[in-house]
């Protein structure tokens, strides 16, 4: 097919979507088929744009690479046009710095912080050199070296930034550096930067933020010298492996004493802030007040929430705001002050996911949206047109879609595309937004809207992606719902191009499951998808069911799993592929089951627990018992294993290894320091006890997405798709054939 029709049909599609709901587009199957080769060299990755910084104004800013010089450039672009205005900044230009990968500016973006020379610590953390470049100057200083997290004062005559568990102020017009502590010590004390369970739980590093009018830095202080520690061997290159020594806080088991301070820059001055009591502080915000700061703090069930105002002059504290639940309070960063210091906040209270509005008091003024569905995304409040923008599940929870309304709750519109899933970059000043498009069969598509919801132009449409498609023999996903346990289920299923419904075939579920989590979505292909559809066209239904306990389908339905994570997901699993089993051309006596952390968890049990119809399963870095678990996560949605041992030990795979009967594959990397090893070589001396044969994939050094190195993946998904072509097709009609 040409590409000007397939870009035609693309943009028809994009236009009539928002104007019949019914539009769909149908895969165009060829005769290549998909290897594994080709999922993991990237020949499937359809074309993004960078990542764009919403600048002051109608513009924004991309990192680029000069094509020539081969220089880095932060290169300033037009919203109204998509052209590029000026280059800002040019490693070409800077005699002490060869290149930089990160920046950030100052407020008034008349500085800007280069990073460079960056050291990964865990998941979103790293440590790096970084430079202060004033733009009108062009002068170039060094901020420092290993140091994290730097951020210009809103004054711009300072940056603050930590090290070595420490934090430290340097003042650019002085050429002074401030030490604002000085206790901080690795695996004991940190100041300004969180540990390891607040990164990986609450997403989030830095942990300090100046007010407003640069008076004060406010801090978090963790003491972990009390948080047992564990350990992981890294076995490297050397002769002798290392040991990687971190604390880390178990279900049940002591956390980091995590205290907020007030750092007063006049005075060199900090003070502790009594805040009652709690167990966590998730979140630290400046109000639009210079002097009031609102810190989030959290009982350890986490359902107890409470927002208090600190008055930065005097140290006191009070509540703001207290939401409870039956089981837990979400953490977001939603929430967003006024220029009245009212402000808007996200919360499921009345079911769903909702926007609110609240005065300055914590009284709350209105609810700003209302209905059985979720709003899944905030993306701000335009004062001007006392307009919010969000993103919801209002036309099916397998759709997403962009939306304005009012302060008041009126006159709600769609901005984007009805069905498929729409999200938004939008700038600063919210006159614009970029929306990145996708359906199960239309590839990513970046636009341009005006603030009102009309499109401008698209940016990339992926329509060379599209082509180079129709070559493959591939078949689209087959979106339904299936009704189990009294609960109308969302699902997709993958059938061969060549589905003949009077022969049999395997069929291999997949799913995740993960409370609030979502995998049946009409959103575009993942490496995961490729490589279903590739099984597909070899003889096999592929199938994933999201089960009770997952996201954007209500309050009710995703915390009905609370104190018993893996029981009703499992009985869900189970009873859906009993179901599908009796439909005519599934091979009851050929299904398996896959799934990566959470997932692999589920596919653990639902092997063991439903033996009776699932023959084979592999398991990719599983929790096999949620006491291994961290703290913050597991006690979330399960209390301590003090008070609730028997929801721990009922539903953990562990225990139940003498019912093992079909072909496991478990799979892990020993640098994992998410889901540990430990709880592999757990399962696996209960297999080994219980005298089961299994088989078993540890990749050294692999941390929990078992991807760094040469061909990891690719030699991963190899071996499992041997173990499926070994294990999962002995009696159908159609047999596999593997290539690639």
Same mark, same amino acid.
């Given at each position: 097919?040409?590409?000007?029709?397939?870009?035609?049909?693309?943009?028809?599609?994009?236009?009539?979507?928002?104007?019949?709901?019914?539009?769909t587009?149908?895969?165009?199957?060829?005769?290549?088929?998909?290897?594994?080769?080709e999922?993991?060299?990237g020949?499937?990755?359809?074309?993004r744009?960078?990542?764009?910084?919403?600048?002051?104004?109608d513009?924004?800013?991309?990192?680029?690479?000069?094509k020539?010089?081969?220089?880095?450039?932060v290169?300033?672009?037009?919203?109204?046009?998509?052209?590029?205005?000026?280059?800002?900044?040019?490693s070409?230009?800077?005699?002490?710095l060869?290149?930089?990968?990160?920046?950030?500016?100052?407020?008034?973006?008349?500085?800007i912080?280069?990073?460079?020379?960056?050291?990964?610590i865990?998941?979103?953390?790293?440590?790096? *050199?970084?430079?202060? /470049?004033?733009?009108? &100057? $062009?002068?170039?200083?060094l !901020?420092?070296? =290993?140091?994290? %997290?730097?951020?210009?004062?809103?004054d711009?005559?300072k940056?603050?930034y930590?090290?070595d568990n420490?934090?430290?102020?340097?003042?650019?017009?002085?050429?002074?550096?401030?030490?604002v502590?000085?206790?901080?010590?690795?695996?004991?004390?940190?100041?300004?930067?969180?540990?390891w369970?607040?990164?990986?739980?609450?997403?989030?590093?830095?942990?300090?933020?100046?007010?407003?009018?640069?008076?004060?830095?406010?801090f978090?202080?963790?003491?972990?010298?009390?948080?047992?520690t564990?350990?992981?061997?890294?076995?490297?290159?050397?002769?002798?492996?290392k040991?990687?020594?971190?604390?880390?806080?178990?279900?049940?088991?002591?956390?980091?004493?995590? *205290?907020?301070?007030? /750092?007063?820059?006049? &005075? $060199?001055?900090?003070?502790? !802030?009594?805040? =009652?009591?709690? %167990?966590?502080?998730?979140?630290?915000?400046?109000?639009?007040?210079?002097?009031?700061?609102?810190?989030t703090?959290?009982?350890?069930?986490?359902?107890?929430?409470?927002?208090?105002?600190?008055?930065?002059?005097?140290?006191?504290?009070?509540?703001?705001?207290?939401?409870?639940?039956?089981?837990?309070?979400?953490?977001?960063?939603?929430?967003?002050?006024?220029?009245?210091?009212?402000?808007?906040?996200t919360?499921?209270?009345?079911?769903?996911?909702?926007i609110?509005?609240?005065n300055?008091?914590?009284?709350?003024?209105?609810?700003?949206?209302?209905?059985?569905?979720?709003?899944?995304?905030?993306?701000?409040?335009?004062?001007?047109?006392?307009?919010?923008?969000?993103?919801?599940?209002?036309?099916? &929870?397998?759709?997403?879609?962009?939306?304005?309304? =009012?302060?008041?709750?009126?006159?709600?519109?769609?901005?984007?595309?009805?069905?498929?899933?729409?999200?938004?970059?939008?700038?600063?000043?919210?006159?614009?937004?970029?929306?990145?498009?996708?359906?199960?069969?239309?590839?990513?598509?970046?636009?341009?809207?005006?603030?009102?919801?009309?499109?401008?132009?698209?940016?990339?449409?992926?329509?060379?992606l599209?082509?180079?498609?129709?070559?493959?023999?591939?078949?689209?996903?087959?979106?339904?719902?299936?009704?189990i346990?009294?609960?109308?289920?969302?699902?997709?299923m993958?059938?061969?191009?060549?589905?003949?419904?009077?022969?049999?075939?395997?069929?291999?579920?997949?799913?995740?499951?993960?409370?609030?989590?979502?995998?049946?979505?009409?959103?575009?292909?993942? &490496?995961?998808?490729?490589?279903?559809?590739?099984?597909?066209?070899?003889?096999?239904v592929?199938?994933?069911?999201?089960?009770?306990?997952?996201?954007?389908?209500?309050?009710?339905?995703?915390?009905?799993t609370?104190?018993?994570?893996?029981?009703?997901?499992?009985?869900?699993?189970?009873?859906?592929?009993?179901?599908?089993?009796?439909?005519?051309?599934?091979?009851?006596?050929?299904?398996?089951?896959?799934?990566?952390?959470?997932g692999?968890?589920?596919?653990?049990?639902?092997?063991?627990?439903?033996?009776d119809?699932?023959?084979?399963?592999?398991?990719?870095?599983?929790?096999?018992?949620?006491?291994?678990?961290?703290?913050?996560?597991?006690?979330r949605?399960?209390?301590?294993?003090?008070?609730?041992?028997?929801?721990?030990?009922?539903?953990?795979?562990?225990?139940?290894?003498?019912?093992?009967?079909?072909?496991?594959?478990?799979?892990?990397?020993?640098?994992?320091?998410?889901?540990?090893v430990?709880?592999s070589?757990?399962?696996?001396?209960?297999l080994?006890?219980?005298?089961?044969?299994?088989?078993?994939f540890?990749?050294?050094?692999?941390?929990?997405g078992?991807?760094?190195?040469?061909?990891?993946?690719?030699?991963?998904?190899?071996?499992?798709?041997?173990?499926?072509?070994?294990?999962?097709?002995?009696?159908?009609?159609?047999?596999?054939?593997?290539?690639?």
């Amino acid at each position: 097919m040409k590409k000007g029709v397939i870009l035609a049909s693309i943009l028809l599609f994009i236009i009539g979507c928002k104007e019949n709901s019914e539009t769909t587009s149908t895969l165009i199957t060829g005769n290549k088929e998909i290897t594994l080769e080709e999922i993991w060299d990237g020949t499937f990755s359809p074309e993004r744009m960078n990542s764009l910084n919403s600048m002051n104004g109608d513009f924004y800013s991309l990192l680029n690479t000069d094509k020539e010089t081969k220089a880095t450039t932060v290169d300033k672009y037009s919203y109204k046009t998509l052209e590029k205005v000026e280059t800002i900044v040019s490693s070409a230009d800077l005699k002490d710095l060869d290149g930089f990968s990160s920046y950030s500016f100052n407020n008034d973006e008349t500085k800007i912080i280069l990073g460079t020379d960056f050291e990964k610590i865990y998941r979103h953390s790293y440590k790096g *050199t970084f430079y202060g /470049y004033d733009i009108a &100057s $062009k002068k170039l200083t060094l !901020i420092g070296k =290993g140091i994290q %997290e730097p951020v210009f004062s809103p004054d711009n005559k300072k940056v603050a930034y930590a090290k070595d568990n420490n934090l430290f102020i340097k003042d650019f017009s002085k050429n002074k550096i401030t030490q604002v502590t000085k206790d901080g010590k690795k695996n004991s004390i940190i100041n300004g930067i969180t540990d390891w369970v607040y990164e990986e739980e609450f997403a989030f590093v830095r942990a300090f933020e100046w007010s407003n009018n640069s008076k004060y830095l406010a801090f978090l202080r963790f003491d972990e010298t009390n948080v047992p520690t564990f350990s992981m061997d890294i076995v490297g290159n050397d002769l002798y492996p290392k040991q990687q020594v971190f604390k880390y806080p178990k279900a049940g088991e002591k956390n980091a004493d995590v *205290t907020l301070h007030m /750092y007063a820059v006049s &005075s $060199k001055n900090s003070k502790k !802030i009594s805040l =009652g009591d709690y %167990e966590y502080i998730p979140r630290i915000k400046w109000s639009n007040d210079d002097n009031i700061l609102v810190a989030t703090t959290l009982n350890r069930h986490q359902n107890d929430l409470k927002l208090h105002t600190v008055n930065a002059s005097n140290n006191n504290a009070k509540v703001l705001l207290n939401e409870t639940d039956k089981a837990y309070v979400d953490i977001t960063d939603n929430l967003t002050f006024l220029d009245d210091n009212s402000f808007i906040w996200t919360s499921e209270k009345d079911g769903y996911n909702h926007i609110y509005h609240y005065n300055s008091a914590g009284k709350l003024i209105n609810q700003v949206t209302k209905g059985n569905w979720e709003v899944t995304n905030y993306y701000g409040f335009n004062k001007d047109k006392n307009t919010i923008y969000y993103q919801s599940v209002e036309n099916g &929870s397998t759709n997403r879609g962009v939306y304005s309304i =009012g302060l008041d709750g009126k006159n709600k519109k769609l901005l984007t595309n009805e069905n498929g899933q729409s999200s938004a970059a939008f700038s600063n000043n919210l006159n614009y937004f970029i929306s990145t498009f996708s359906s199960s069969e239309i590839p990513p598509i970046y636009s341009l809207y005006s603030g009102e919801g009309e499109m401008l132009k698209v940016i990339k449409d992926n329509a060379k992606l599209k082509e180079n498609l129709s070559e493959y023999k591939m078949s689209p996903k087959e979106f339904s719902t299936i009704n189990i346990n009294g609960n109308d289920l969302n699902m997709w299923m993958i059938k061969p191009a060549d589905f003949d419904e009077s022969k049999k075939y395997p069929m291999l579920m997949f799913q995740y499951s993960g409370p609030g989590s979502q995998q049946v979505a009409n959103r575009w292909n993942g &490496s995961n998808d490729y490589w279903h559809n590739m099984l597909a066209q070899k003889g096999m239904v592929v199938v994933c069911v999201d089960g009770r306990g997952t996201g954007l389908k209500g309050a009710d339905f995703k915390k009905v799993t609370q104190k018993e994570l893996g029981k009703y997901e499992v009985e869900d699993q189970i009873a859906a592929a009993k179901k599908l089993a009796e439909r005519t051309y599934i091979d009851e006596d050929n299904i398996g089951i896959w799934g990566w952390s959470y997932g692999g968890f589920m596919s653990t049990n639902c092997l063991l627990k439903g033996s009776d119809i699932f023959t084979t399963a592999i398991a990719v870095a599983p929790v096999t018992s949620w006491r291994f678990y961290d703290s913050v996560y597991t006690e979330r949605y399960m209390q301590t294993p003090q008070e609730n041992a028997s929801g721990y030990d009922d539903n953990s795979p562990i225990n139940y290894a003498d019912k093992l009967e079909g072909n496991y594959l478990l799979v892990h990397g020993t640098g994992d320091d998410n889901v540990h090893v430990q709880n592999s070589y757990r399962m696996i001396n209960a297999l080994v006890e219980a005298n089961k044969q299994f088989d078993m994939f540890i990749v050294p050094d692999r941390t929990h997405g078992i991807y760094k190195g040469k061909n990891t993946r690719l030699n991963l998904y190899t071996k499992m798709t041997n173990y499926i072509e070994e294990n999962l097709n002995k009696k159908s009609d159609k047999s596999i054939e593997i290539k690639g």
